[in-house]
């Protein structure tokens, strides 16, 4: 499969990209938005109707199913702190530790080793460690990811100082017309 990333500053800009990717004949199964938490998704999803995944969400889910007996940072980012018995976090969960009022510090301290070997999140939405290492800092820094797969064959399109007509080079006009601070092409 091959792929194009856009990374857009903020939602009405990939509101925008997911419109003219839709009428470019893209479909859901074959755009991933990417954002680092709900805060930033909500908008995109009520606008575009397109699902975007949550790292932080990812984080939390995998963090609830890891069975190691210990939690990462107050339940949220599943980088195995050792779990203080008999305290309370945010969460009001036994045993976990609750690191600053309402779970911030956790929050803060997620991002803040986001790409440190940790991941999975990424990894579980098919992305390689050039693509991970590329959406994990754009998520880190605020922006939103919006990745376009697509199992097309570019080859067969290409011709010698031609234009792309390939489906990905279509995505990557619309990201520019969007406004997307960085295009880059997936692995």
Known sequence: MAKKIGIFDNEQKVIQAVAELEQAGFVAGEMKILAKDSEHSRRIERETDTHVDEIRELEE??????????????????????????TYAAYGAPGYSGMGANGGFAF?????????????PFRSLGLDTKETELCSEAL????????VETSESKSLLDKDGGPDLSKLGIAEAAFRRCGASRIVNGS
């Open 61 to 86: 889910t995998e963090s609830h199913t890891d069975g190691a007996g210990t939690i990462g940072l107050a339940a949220s980012s599943g980088y195995g702190f050792p779990v203080a018995a008999g």
């Open 108 to 120: 803060a301290a997620l991002f803040a080793f986001l790409g440190d070997d940790h991941d999975e």
């Open 140 to 147: 880190r820094n605020g922006s939103i990811a919006l990745i």
